[in-house]
């Protein structure tokens, strides 16, 4: 064994990790990175073709996140339960990867090369005829059927492969005192794939956007697959040369870890819930965050279409927002959020995320309903209404994703240390089966009833209806806080 020595006080925040360890660390770290890149094109790509493609919108983004990703990431985590009993995990890992990666590659050099001809135009121009203009964002997802497949697999990308894939072996193959100081710099990997995207995107979608979108989609793919078999080959080093040094994997501690259940369904999460008010008050916070993001979003993306018409300029902005994304909360972390956490406490860097969130979405609510008061105010600056609008809303999804990174994830993890072991990990699989996804899917919900039932079929008409939902979000999300913390503070006292 090595001869691990204590680290100083200095050592031990700014890197914590000993020499020999790197052969386990830096292939995990990259492997982070390279999945998390291809979820920042994809991501890029994905509402491009969705929000800019010709009779659709922003309004198809809820439709697809709340009734087909849900479903569809529902039964994937279940076949994956079942699949896993019969395959071993590496080959079910290059078996997804690979899947991802043939769609993917169909989808560039088939599907959307040919997708004027692939899309039922008549059929669908018969059905919005049938029902009307209101719902066309519905008859969208048809008429574009190989973007909207392309969109869910992009969505389920973040999904399977980061939390399922990468997660599960980083946690079947890392043990505690390791997760401590090595889960920080695999955060680290992701925000800075964040902050590579951008040039990525933007420099192949201006070098040849004066060729065709699809051009540049089909070379940005081409960088998807790249990516994904470094990936692949990533897991296969750590199988072949890692894992088979009992420096770095333990089998037996390995299994150790499944005596308890760590898959949970919908339906065994929402009863695992019911059993503790700490983990409630937990889920609440995750599903606030979740609820109040998504019901800014879609308005945001819709201005920014109206701004941004083409494509082209579309995927280059989504790809400069990642890059703004990843240097904001990398900024946040490294200067801003472990001080707030040492001087202020857990409560204090808790209350920070809805805070920020809510003020900032509230005001970018209130410009979109009142554009023409805007005008004087824009005038001075030099440009248009619509401008300012689209600019602040993409402030606003900066600050909301950076203070998720930085302050959001830190203090939901940090909530499950008091916990004994069971709930720590029944707990954590109930709060990221019904939280993530209730708070997610719950707004695209909302906006559906609120587009199709009392909107005249666009997101634009129910502004002011959107702002008394995420003052309840957001009051919610911080109650839960306050409660929260008052939990914590029981378990503290009953501990000592």
Known sequence: MEKRVPFSKWRQRLWPIYSFELKKLLPLFFMKFFISLNYGILTALKDTVVVTSKHSGAEVIPILKGWIVLPIALFCAMFYSKLSNLFRRSHLFYGIIVVFMVFFMIYAFVLFPNSESLSPHQFSDRLVTMIGPKFQHWVAIIRHWMHALFFVSAELWGSLVIFMLFWGFSNEITHINEAKRFYTLFSAGGNLAAIATGPIVCYFTKKYAHINIIFTQQILLLFVLLFGLIIMGLHFWICRYVLKDVRYFDPSLSAKKHKVKTKLSLWQGVKYLGKSKYLRYLAIMVIGYGLTINLIEVTWKAHLKLYLPTAAEFQSFMGTLSTCVGLTATFLALFIGSNVFRKFGWKVSAMIPPIAVGISGLFFLLFVMNKTKLTAMTAFIGISPLAFIAFFGAFQNILSKAVKYC??????????????????????????????????????????????????????????????????????????????????????????
Do not use: C, Y
């Open 407 to 496: 302050f959001f994830d830190t203090s939901k993890e940090m909530a499950f240390i008091p916990l004994d072991q069971e709930a720590k990990v029944k707990g954590k699989a109930a709060i990221d089966v019904v939280g993530s996804r209730l708070g997610k899917s719950g707004a695209a919900w909302l906006q559906i009833f609120l587009i199709d039932v009392l909107g005249t079929g666009s997101i634009l008409s129910v502004t002011h209806l959107l702002i008394p939902l995420v003052i309840v979000a957001v009051l919610g999300w911080g109650r839960s806080i306050l409660s929260l913390d008052n939990e914590r503070e029981k378990i503290k006292e009953i501990s000592t």
